[in-house]
């Protein structure tokens, strides 16, 4: 003899009182994930599935998630917009390393446009943490980049602040 499932509650998937995709999505356990915000949409403010044309979600699917991170707020939001601009859907901006760990852990961008120096501290375990999750990295700093060919990041690329909106979408598309 089996179990009977037990009394449906809003909260039960099906209950006719849980009817929309977020309620959906969180009885099933989970947010939405990253590949669901559509292109333009800054994770803050997530776009509801079913809320969106098949156009948007077809866009979302090949859009890359950008973590950005920098300490001066103004910049952040500088850098943001331009991600946004580029067709990318921007994670944060973060303006501290822990808020940017945060993010990445629950996010997982694809690339992240990271201050070096924020509030004394550099960003390199970071950055470090960043390309294990498979992250590609750009640095945007008035930091000089380090000239060390050994240097764990020589590889990565590294935009001058201030840096023109071009460059920017220019490192951005050369990382993916």
């Known amino acids: 003899m089996s179990a009977s ?3 449906r509650t809003p909260a039960t998937p099906g209950h006719p009182d849980a009817t929309s995709p977020a309620q959906a999505l969180a ?34 699917y090949m859009t890359k998630n950008v973590l950005v ?57 970071l950055a470090e943490e960043l390309r294990h999750l498979g992250c590609a990295l750009i640095f945007c700093s008035a930091n000089a980049a380090p000239s060390d060919p050994d240097f ?8 001058p602040k201030p840096s023109s909106p071009e460059k920017i979408r220019k490192a951005l598309e050369q990382a993916g």
């Open 5 to 7: 499932p037990g009394p």
């Open 27 to 60: 009885m099933r356990g989970r947010a939405p994930n990253s590949h669901e915000i559509p292109a333009g949409k800054r994770v803050g403010e997530r776009a509801i599935p079913g809320e969106i044309t098949p156009g948007e979600w077809d866009d979302a």
């Open 69 to 125: 991170l920098d300490d001066e707020a103004l910049i952040a939001y500088d850098l943001a917009d331009t991600v946004e601009a580029s067709g990318r859907k921007v994670i944060g901006p973060a303006i501290s390393i822990n808020e940017a760990r945060e993010l990445a852990k629950k996010y997982c961008p694809d690339i992240a446009l990271l201050d070096i120096n924020i509030r004394g501290q550099t960003v390199w375990e």
């Open 152 to 159: 764990a990041f020589a590889d990565c690329t590294f935009v």
